[in-house]
């Protein structure tokens, strides 16, 4: 019983000891580092890019509700109403993904496309010899506020793909050498016009 005790109060301390340590500092320098730091941008980059899309999606799925509402409405067009639900089923599929957005005449085509059918749902919705419903009134409101945000989701997203196309430039060499798809990197295009 003696010899057991010294051995667990010894194998107590070393326990301690190891509790106590900290772990080895990554070098900032590292390619691990360098990952690290990459990853932690790309997912910042990816964030914004997806609040920016749920908001435009939310800004096509009201105007399809006000759609809706308008067609229960006595003296509608019907088929004005039926071409501006078309237009705005096509948005998703003309909408700019994070590479195809290098080429600016997609993000134009697509504000063009967005604007053109806005305008017209405006005039329709809120007439000014008439009064909307007030969910119509309601869900316009919605489209406008969040159509005027678009401008603000593009500006944060820019920021967050300079931070990543900086870091990606200054440490090429270091994630160059973690090899598999960091290999492959290229600079994220931007809203931003080149000058």
Request: proline content about 5%.
């Amino acid at each position: 019983m003696r010899k057991i005790l010294p051995l667990a109060l010894l194998l107590l301390l070393a326990g301690l000891d190891a509790c106590n340590r900290t772990p080895k500092a990554v070098d900032p320098a590292s390619p691990q580092a360098a990952k690290v730091q990459l990853d932690v941008l790309r997912d910042t980059v990816d964030a914004r890019w997806a609040e920016m899309i749920a908001s435009d999606d939310a800004k096509v799925t009201a105007t399809k509700q006000v759609l809706r509402e308008l067609e229960s409405q006595p003296g509608t067009d019907r088929a004005q109403l039926q071409q501006l639900a078309h237009a705005n089923d096509r948005l998703k599929r003309i909408r700019y993904d994070q590479q195809s957005m290098a080429a600016s005449d997609k993000i134009d085509a697509y504000d063009s496309a967005q604007d053109s059918l806005l305008h017209v749902l405006y005039t329709v919705a809120l007439p000014n010899n008439g009064q909307p419903t007030e969910g119509v009134k309601t869900l316009t409101q919605e489209i406008q506020d969040t159509d005027n945000q678009v401008v603000g989701f593009r500006v944060r997203y820019d920021q967050a793909a300079k931070q990543f196309n900086n870091y990606l430039q200054l440490h090429q060499e270091e994630i160059s050498s973690l090899g598999g798809k960091y290999s492959k990197l290229q600079p994220l295009p931007l809203f931003e016009l080149k000058q």
